[in-house]
Nanobody, 123 residues
Framework: QVQLVESGGGLVQAGGSLRLSCAASGRAFNNYAAAWFRQGPGKEREFVAAISRAALRRDYADYAEGRFTISRDNAKNTVYLQMNSLKPEDTAVYYC????????????????WGRGTQVTVSS
């Protein structure tokens, strides 16, 4: 089992930045790929970004490319999502997730989920 706890969400003005963190506990986190998903009001949960176990590979949704950066520090069992140039449409609950194989953008392929952290971007 892997337990995930997100933090770093909040209220920010459009154009601003936030850095989300996801702290993992339980099994060795470096055995898992990780990802961020988000779910906006009245919307389905969607893929944001993913990172492989050793951070050698990264994948981004089109809307995140160039604005968001996913990273990880396996020594700290933590995954990060740096979000810049935020837009009101980025308002959502952001979820951290983990799986033993890198490469999926489908939420049902992921085994472990945090409870999410709210990000609100005002115009």
């Amino acid at each position: 089992q892997v337990q995930l706890v997100e933090s770093g969400g909040g209220l920010v003005q459009a154009g601003g930045s936030l850095r989300l963190s996801c702290a993992a506990s339980g099994r060795a986190f470096n055995n898992y790929a990780a990802a961020w998903f988000r779910q906006g009001p009245g919307k389905e949960r969607e893929f944001v970004a993913a990172i492989s176990r050793a951070a050698l590979r990264r994948d981004y949704a089109d809307y995140a490319e160039g604005r968001f950066t996913i990273s990880r520090d396996n020594a700290k069992n933590t995954v990060y999502l740096q979000m810049n140039s935020l837009k009101p449409e980025d308002t959502a609950v952001y979820y951290c997730t983990a799986v033993d194989r890198y490469g999926s953008r489908r939420n049902y392929d992921y085994d472990y989920w945090g409870r999410g952290t709210q990000v609100t971007v005002s115009s």
